[in-house]
């Protein structure tokens, strides 16, 4: 519906002036007779009038405003919960049966005036399938529910209807939460517990040392069975490492035992732990489940040297000695000795190279090129620090001090740390650094800033290289044991200053070389249901990364899965996502051609299996009748659609009217320049036609 008004930018008037000039200007035209009749005369100076006039009263600036009123039908959503737990106690015909049901709602609704939009956990693009496939490996309803409420906000949305077993297995329960729209539930499955035994968790560390033990510990869930034994095994490669009887009494029952395996070749490995089933049992899908360890080589040795005893020593031996592949040595003159170990990390807590070198031992693994992590202090030599670390230039200025706190760079890309611990820093007490002018060398990354207060400055306070030969860091000041403490006293652990430290320390040790090749993934172990993002870097012969390289992936797994991939990385993303891949062990090798030279990356990632699904089983469809009834809209059973389609007809939602004023200038108007054509072109026409132009 359209209602329209002419008004004026200028006064209206004008339009009188117009017409004066319109026949002022057809009068000085055709004040003689051409050789044509009175009335062709006439006619020109009419078509010429009203040409005039109009193009003048287009100058005036005429705006026709309108009024639009469109009409928003009341829309209904149906939701079916697509997930693995449906089709796992329901037959297909079932649900082939329940799936026409929605059908036949769509178009009952249709039929009485409803914009009817279909959706699953897996699809959100509101057209109906032909068929559903129950393949998720979660349910995480909210998400669904509330992904419709963002789309549908400001929109006549007059209710949703949820097809669901009601087993709610990821992210928020949508029984906490407000949707601002009825939601009709429709209840599958069957809420009566089966006679089950389900493989309710794996406990276990993901990394063991090679040589060394390690504990698999088992829950198992007895769901109904008063009697019987079970035996509950542990397999690698379809070989049998170890295996258990348990007895079954007194349901529901939790049962716990744990497996000492030995941690022997390393890379990653695929354990499997399964429960032999029973005949009675409802189903065997939950009866086994994979834990994948990587073993790694034995333990790192690290010295820590100092001339004095210092508080940071102790922060940094309790949060090195934390993780169980690193063992620490610590060196103090005339207290303690080195022990003669092959270091992978050497750290000088105000004691400098020359120093050390006296010392046989470590002189060797310091022509070695072992790493370093140098740590200046007030007892530091800062002549010989500068001598001994190209990374950075101390000058200071009158042998003065400071106080500053640390500001982590959000462009450091060595590694990566939690924000949680990037928040904390902003609270961490001050260190003691030199008040000095700081140069740094190119390549060296900044992890921390100095804070001088509120002032945020570009001094460094923790700098980071790698030059392919050796890595190396320099902590530009003392007193970070306060920086543990403080942890504790807001946290009541040590986690984030232990993170901070931990990961330094696994970035220097690490003895991965430099190379102009890399492809890794995002993340050791990815869940089924998620994409596997493999991240892609290139750099040229000064080690600047650079693109437009095709790269050829190639992939092996299990089941003997084999792939190939091919892409081009480019600087706006250098990540490749490969998606629905078999839970696994999957190798690859990456390959390249730089500067005319074939370059190779290589590796390994698991696909973590979500056994979510097959944990629970049984229907909970007072969870559907809570969100039902906290949205004002009702719950049925899977027989109870004619109830459900007269309800929801009963309702009879209308249209909401929405109006908007629409302005457009005449001079735009398709419409008048067809009429000015018109006029010019029959004027034309009457001219040559009657031999005058």
């Known amino acids: 519906m359209e209602n329209s008004l002419l008004i004026f930018e200028n006064s209206p008037w004008f339009i009188v002036l117009c017409l004066v000039i319109g026949a002022l200007l057809t009068y000085l035209l055709y004040r003689k007779q051409g050789p044509w009749s009175r009335q062709v005369h006439y006619a020109l100076m009419g078509f010429r009038f009203l040409l005039i006039s109009l193009l003048c009263f287009l100058l005036v600036g005429p705006v026709l405003k309108q009024f639009r009123n469109t009409i928003d039908k009341p829309h209904f959503i149906l939701a079916v919960d697509n997930s693995t737990s449906v089709s796992e106690v329901l037959s297909p015909s ?3 049966q329940q799936f026409q049901q929605v059908k036949n709602l769509a178009q009952s609704l249709v039929d009485n005036g409803y914009s009817v939009a279909f959706r ?4 959100t693009d509101d057209n109906f399938p032909d068929s559903i496939s129950f393949n998720q490996l979660s349910t995480p309803l909210n998400d669904l529910l509330k992904s419709v409420q963002s789309d549908y906000e400001g929109k006549n949305l007059s209710g949703l ?8 297995n990821q992210g928020l329960s949508p029984a906490y939460s407000q949707y601002g729209f009825p939601i009709y539930t429709v209840g ?8 089950d035994i389900r493989l309710k968790a794996l406990h276990y560390n993901k990394i063991a040392y090679q040589g060394n033990k390690f504990v698999l510990r088992a829950e198992i869930l007895n769901d109904g069975f008063q009697s019987g034994n079970i035996e509950v095994s542990v397999m690698e490669s379809g070989r049998v490492l170890r295996s258990k009887t348990m007895a079954l009494s007194n349901p529901p029952q939790l049962l716990e035992t744990d497996f000492e395996l030995d941690a022997t070749s390393k890379g990653l490995r695929d354990y499997e732990v399964r429960i032999s089933g029973l005949n009675q049992e409802f189903t065997l899908s939950n009866n086994s489940r994979h834990a994948y360890i990587e073993i790694i080589e034995g333990t790192k040795n690290i010295l820590l040297a100092s001339k004095n005893p210092h508080p940071d020593l102790k922060a940094l031996k309790n949060a090195i000695e934390r993780n169980q592949n690193y063992k620490l040595y610590l060196y103090l ?9 092959p270091y992978d990390l050497i750290i000088l807590h105000q004691i400098s190279q020359q120093e050390l070198r006296v010392i046989p031992a470590v002189s060797n693994q310091l022509k070695a090129k072992t790493p370093l992590l140098t740590i200046i202090g007030s007892r530091s030599n800062i002549n010989r620090v500068n001598s001994e670390n190209p990374l950075v230039s101390i000058k200071t200025i009158n042998f003065q001090k400071d106080l500053v706190t640390p500001s982590y760079n959000a462009a450091f890309s060595k590694f990566q740390i939690s924000a949680q611990l990037k928040a904390a820093m902003t609270g961490f007490n001050p260190v003691i650094v030199p008040f000095a002018n700081y140069e ?5 990354e900044i992890m921390l800033y100095q804070k001088v207060g509120n002032l945020l400055t570009q001094n460094p306070l923790l700098v980071v290289t790698d030059d392919g030969e050796r890595k190396t860091a320099v902590m530009i000041g003392e007193g970070m044991w306060q920086w543990r403490m403080q942890d504790y006293a807001t946290n009541q652990s040590f986690e984030l200053f232990d993170e901070l430290i931990s990961k330094l320390v696994q970035y220097l040790s690490s003895n991965q070389k430099k190379s102009r090749f890399k492809v890794y993934p995002v993340t050791q172990s990815f869940n089924a249901n998620e994409p596997v993002i493999m991240k892609t870097e290139v750099y040229d012969e000064i080690y600047e990364e650079t693109f437009g390289y095709p790269i050829e992936l190639n992939l092996t797994g299990p089941e003997d899965y084999r792939e190939s991939f091919s892409y081009v990385t480019n600087a706006g993303n250098s990540n490749y996502r490969i998606s629905e891949l078999s839970p696994g062990i999957y190798n690859y090798t990456a390959k390249t051609s730089i500067d005319g030279k074939p370059e190779f990356s290589q590796g390994q990632f698991t696909i973590a299996e979500m056994p979510l699904e097959s944990l629970n089983l049984t ?12 949205s004002d809209g009702s719950f049925f059973r899977s027989d109870q659609w004619e109830s459900l389609t007269s309800e929801l007809l009963t309702k009879k939602a209308q249209g909401i009217v929405f109006s908007e004023e629409v302005f457009t200038p005449l001079i735009r108007w398709p419409w008048a320049l067809a009429i000015l054509l018109i006029l010019v072109s029959s004027e034309w026409f009457l001219r040559k036609y009657h031999g005058n132009y």
């Open 94 to 96: 079932f649900l082939d």
């Open 120 to 123: 699953t956990l897996d699809q």
């Open 161 to 168: 209807v949820l097809v669901s077993d009601g087993i709610h």
């Open 188 to 195: 599958l499955g069957d809420t009566i517990p089966q006679q």
């Open 333 to 341: 003159p005339g207290i303690t000795k080195v022990e003669p170990q």
């Open 440 to 444: 740094i060398a190119n390549g060296v």
């Open 619 to 630: 229907a909970d469809h007072q969870l559907l009748r809570s969100i039902s009834s906290q």
